[in-house]
């Protein structure tokens, strides 16, 4: 077992990576958190594959467990999910000594994260991630968020969790596309932050599963994940890094419709859409573009849009209709393990790169 600390003054919290870990480490979280009642947040698929998973793990703690099980899907992280956790908090009486732990995928992260930064004012929380991608990402940072139908992760909140226990044995089950998504994301720590890293990356095969790769790799990335939240939590700049290939993505996921393209996906195609965008800007080599464009495009799939004119293009980055600016602040590279905040990109020139990339590269992006 790996183990990492989070250190936020106040708020500092562990994460142990390993296999078969949960059993013996969860039931000590949770005697740590001295709390009578937990409340687990997780949804139909999890619950189907791995039943009540997580009460049978804590039944002999002598703590009430109350499972929560929301249907599955990005297209249900939303608001009227989210008022399903509240009613289902409030039907089992649940309260400020209550403890939420979170037993799924990046969707139900963020979704028990919100609630549990805002039931009663907030109540404290545990992820059990069980994709690659929230093992590696959204695990990890304590950012919460639903959808809102113009634009991805725009309600949310901060909220760190207490602990997180990244049980590896769960990925034995996840599907291969799920995988490959998720590696995009611990791909993207290494581009933003550690060439060692992501060499390190490119020297292994994601599949058949490797267990001692994916801990050495998720410690890795969940590291450079942590260091940049511990100097910038709330994403006062630093933390922005962490967004390359998100504005692509993000649009990508808001215009396909929640849940057809997976999170990990869309932004793999964004990273490469910034990586392209760098490239033409001289701020990466021929050389560091053919690296990281042939390490993308090995676990890319076509993603198939709505032809899009400039307008939509425009309020889908901007997540505004009315919006009076017209620019974003866009991560590129400067080499490859080194990002940075590139501000005032005017939304007119990606709208002239992404014509330009999706011409070039119609295997990654295809406009129907
Ligand atoms: N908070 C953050 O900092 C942050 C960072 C990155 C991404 N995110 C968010 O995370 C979400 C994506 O997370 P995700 O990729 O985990 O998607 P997800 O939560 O939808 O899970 C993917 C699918 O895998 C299933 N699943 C989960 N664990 C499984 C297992 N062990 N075996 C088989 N199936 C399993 C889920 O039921 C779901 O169908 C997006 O909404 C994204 O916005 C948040
Ligand atoms: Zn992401």
């Given at each position: 077992m790996k183990t990492l600390k989070v250190n936020l003054p106040g708020r500092e919290y562990q994460i142990d990576i390993g296999q078969n870990i949960l059993d013996i480490q969860l039931p000590k979280a949770v005697k740590r958190n001295s709390t009578a009642h937990v409340v687990v947040v997780t949804n139909t698929t999890l619950q189907e594959l791995y039943p009540n998973f997580v009460f049978n793990l804590l039944a002999d703690s002598g703590v009430k467990v109350s499972t929560c099980v929301l249907p599955d899907?990005?297209?249900?992280?939303n608001l009227d999910t989210l008022s399903m956790v509240f009613d289902f908090l409030m039907d089992v009486c649940a309260n400020r000594k209550s403890l939420l732990i979170a037993f799924g995928g990046g969707v139900i992260g963020d979704m028990a994260g919100f609630a549990a930064s805002t039931f009663v004012r907030g109540i404290p929380f545990i992820q059990v991630p069980t994709t690659l991608l929230s093992d590696v990402?959204?695990?990890?940072?304590?950012k919460t968020a639903v959808n809102h139908p113009s634009g991805k992760n725009t309600i949310g909140t901060f909220k760190q969790p207490e602990y997180v226990c990244?049980?590896?044995?769960?990925?034995?089950?996840?599907?291969s596309r799920e995988l490959k998504a998720g590696h995009m994301e611990l791909l993207k720590h290494g581009l933003i932050q550690d060439a060692d890293f992501f060499n390190y990356t490119q020297q292994?095969?994601?599949?058949?599963?490797d267990f001692d790769y994916l801990e050495e790799a998720i410690f890795r990335s969940c590291k450079i994940k942590a260091k940049i939240v511990e100097k910038d939590e709330t994403e006062?700049?630093?933390?922005?890094?962490?967004?390359?290939?998100?504005?692509l993505g993000h649009l990508i996921e808001t215009h396909a419709g929640y849940?057809?393209?997976?999170h990990g996906e869309a932004v793999g195609a964004g990273m490469l859409f910034a990586t392209f965008v760098s490239w033409r800007r001289n701020e990466i080599t021929l050389n560091e573009w053919d690296l990281i464009s042939s390490a993308l495009t090995q676990y890319l799939m076509p993603l198939k849009l709505l032809k899009m004119d400039f307008d939509t293009f425009r309020n889908l980055i901007l997540?505004?209709?009315?919006?009076?600016?017209?620019?974003v602040n866009f991560i590129l590279l400067n080499k490859l393990g080194k990002s940075f905040i590139f501000p005032e990109m005017s939304v007119e020139i990606l709208w002239e790169e992404f014509n330009l990339f999706v011409q070039e590269y119609p295997g990654i992006i295809r406009l129907e």
């Open positions: 899907g990005e297209k249900y992280k990402d959204s695990s990890v940072g304590g990244i049980e590896l044995s769960f990925l034995k089950t996840l599907p292994h095969s994601l599949e058949p599963l006062k700049g630093l933390r922005a890094n962490l967004n390359f290939g998100h504005t849940g057809k393209y997976l997540h505004d209709k009315k919006a009076q600016k017209q620019a």
